[in-house]
């Protein structure tokens, strides 16, 4: 997959837009959303920004133009279909998101709409929610653009930083202690956030509670320890060469003039 993608981005930059427009499109999408990797997909695409492969500006552009075509979408189908969707196997499996996510919205509209944008389990939902509740276009739409523009560089970052790297150490001769310390704080810090995004999926889908607090403790207390050391590792290796060398690429794309 990730081979097919190099490829086509390679090619063309027009095929490269096309590619962040669609995957864009698809993790916005009513339901569809529900079933992809969203961190993945934008970190592989961030990856080719930090590569050199992709610029991120246009790439950022395309991503907000893919994401509003799938919110505004959803929106519609949403507020055309909610009889039909009330019944829907898939939202039946759903239910006890869908009612949180229905109840925040009908007491704080623009928040969810905007914090919902980053928030994986619910992204693809909220939109059409909002359609089937009736939430006014005024309420909907400013919160849904102002997601759409910081949702895409949020989610490139990862794979940006990672690319980064990878063309730091392999075209810089990086020593192999540095290597491990700067992969390693990366991996320990990520690994953290996947975690507790774990236990709060896992709060919001699960109707059991025994056993379920002690267990969920206990992952807290592993995904902070490893959140600390990841951040202390980085925070270590500030002043090496190499860190200096990863904080002037990065600006370069960020400021490229």
């Not at 893919?66 to 519609?76: A, E, F, H, K």
């Not at 499996?93 to 928030?119: A, D, S």
């Not at 794979?159 to 192999?176: F, L, P, S, W």
Request: charged content about 10%.
């Amino acid at each position: 997959m990730e081979s097919w993608i190099l490829y086509l981005i390679t090619k063309s930059i027009s095929y490269a837009l096309f590619i962040v427009i669609i995957v864009t499109f698809l993790e916005s999408l009513a339901l569809v959303g529900l079933f992809l990797p969203g961190i993945v997909f934008m970190s592989i695409l961030g990856t080719f920004i930090g590569n050199g492969i992709l610029n991120f500006y246009p790439a950022w552009i395309a991503g907000i133009i893919g994401c509003m075509c799938g919110d505004w979408i959803s929106y519609y189908c949403g507020w055309k279909f909610k009889n039909c969707l009330k019944n829907f196997s898939l939202l039946k499996k759903n239910n006890i998101v869908l009612k949180k996510v229905k109840n925040t919205l009908q007491n704080y509209p623009v928040v969810t709409i905007l914090i919902g944008r980053f928030i994986g389990p619910i992204r693809p939902l909220v939109p059409m929610v909002c359609g089937m509740l009736n939430l006014s276009l005024k309420k909907f739409v400013l919160p849904n653009i102002l997601g759409c523009i910081l949702w895409p560089p949020i989610y490139f970052l990862p794979g940006i930083c990672t690319g980064i790297a990878i063309h730091a150490v392999n075209n810089y001769n990086a020593n192999t202690y540095f290597k491990l310390q700067f992969f390693s704080s990366i991996l320990l810090i990520w690994f953290g956030l996947f975690i507790l995004w774990k236990i709060w999926k896992k709060n919001t889908n699960s109707n059991k509670i025994k056993y379920k607090y002690i267990f969920n403790i206990f992952l807290l207390f592993f995904s902070i320890i490893c959140l600390l050391i990841g951040i202390f590792i980085m925070i270590y290796i500030q002043s090496d060469p190499k860190m200096i060398l990863f904080r002037k690429l990065l600006w370069k794309i960020l400021i490229p003039y």
